[in-house]
C-alpha cells in the first residue's frame, strides 16, 4: 500500500470517528446497547459480536459492552459471545496499528503512555512481550483500545498476542458480564459480590503487575 493512499484512509478514519461518535456513541448506554441488540431477535448474538468487534475501534469503553452482554445474554453465554467480539476486534486494532496507521498510532501513544512503561513494552521479546500484554489485559483500569493498538506496534508475534488477550480478559470478562446480569436487582447480594469481585480484579491484576515488574528490574541489576 503506498504511502498516499495510506494518509488518505486514516484522514478517512478520523473524520469517520468524529461523525459516528458525535452521532451515535456520545449518549449510549449498556441498556441502550441491548434495546438495539434485542431488537434483533434471533441475530441477537450476532448484532452483539459485530458490535463488539467494531465500537472498541473508536475507543467506544468495552465495559460498557460486557454490561450489555450480561443484560442481553446472561453470564455464561454473554461470556462466549463477548470472547468473540473481543477477539476479533482485538485481532483489527492489531493490524490496523500494524498496517495501516502505525505512524499516527505510534505518536498518540508515546504522549498517552507512562515512558517506562512504553519503553519497556516496545522492547519486549518473546516471553516477556507475552506476559505484558497478559498483565495489562488483567488489569480493568488499563485502556482496552490502546493495548490493542500499542501491540501493533510491537513485535510480538500475532498467535502469542491473541493467546495473552484471551486469556486476560477472560476473568474481567466474566466478572464484568456477572455484574451486568445481576445489575437489574442492585440490592441482591449477588449484586454486591459480583461489585466486589471487580475490585478484587482490579487491586489483584495491578498488584501482580508491579510484582512482575520489581521481579524483572532485580534480575536485570543482577
Known amino acids: 500500500m503506498s504511502k498516499r493512499l495510506k494518509q488518505v484512509l486514516i484522514i478517512v478514519l ?12 456520545s449518549d449510549v448506554t449498556a441498556q441502550s446497547i ?16 459485530l458490535v463488539w468487534a467494531l465500537l472498541p475501534v473508536f475507543f467506544f469503553p468495552v465495559p460498557v459492552l460486557a454490561l450489555a452482554g450480561g443484560l442481553s445474554f446472561g453470564l455464561w453465554i454473554g461470556t462466549l459471545y463477548t470472547l468473540i467480539g473481543a ?9 490496523l496499528a500494524k498496517v495501516l496507521a502505525r505512524d499516527m498510532v505510534n505518536k498518540y501513544l ?15 521479546e518473546g516471553k516477556e512481550s507475552f506476559l505484558i500484554v497478559f498483565i495489562c489485559r488483567l488489569i480493568p483500569a488499563m ?25 486476560g480478559i477472560l476473568p474481567g470478562t466474566v466478572i464484568f458480564l456477572n455484574v451486568g446480569d445481576k445489575i437489574l436487582d442492585m440490592h441482591s447480594p449477588q449484586f454486591i459480590i459480583s461489585i466486589v469481585l471487580v475490585i478484587l480484579l482490579t487491586l489483584g491484576s495491578v498488584l501482580l503487575g508491579k510484582t512482575v ?10
Not at 469517520?16 to 451515535?24: E, N
Not at 513485535?155 to 493467546?163: G, L, M, Q, R
Not at 515488574?213 to 543482577?222: G, R
Open 87 to 95: 477477539v476479533l476486534n482485538s485481532s483489527l486494532m492489531f493490524w
Open 34 to 49: 441491548r434495546d438495539w441488540i434485542t431488537g434483533f431477535g434471533t441475530l441477537a448474538p450476532i448484532a452483539y459480536i
Open 110 to 124: 508515546e504522549e498517552k503512555m507512562p515512558k517506562k512503561w512504553w519503553d519497556r513494552f516496545m522492547r519486549a
Open 143 to 167: 485502556p482496552y483500545n490502546v493495548i490493542n493498538y500499542a501491540s501493533g506496534l510491537t513485535n510480538i508475534p500475532f498467535s502469542k498476542y491473541t493467546t495473552a488477550t484471551i486469556i
Open 14 to 25: 478520523i473524520i469517520a470517528f468524529f461523525l459516528i461518535y458525535k452521532a451515535f456513541l
Open 213 to 222: 515488574a520489581k521481579k524483572k528490574e532485580n534480575v536485570m541489576e543482577n
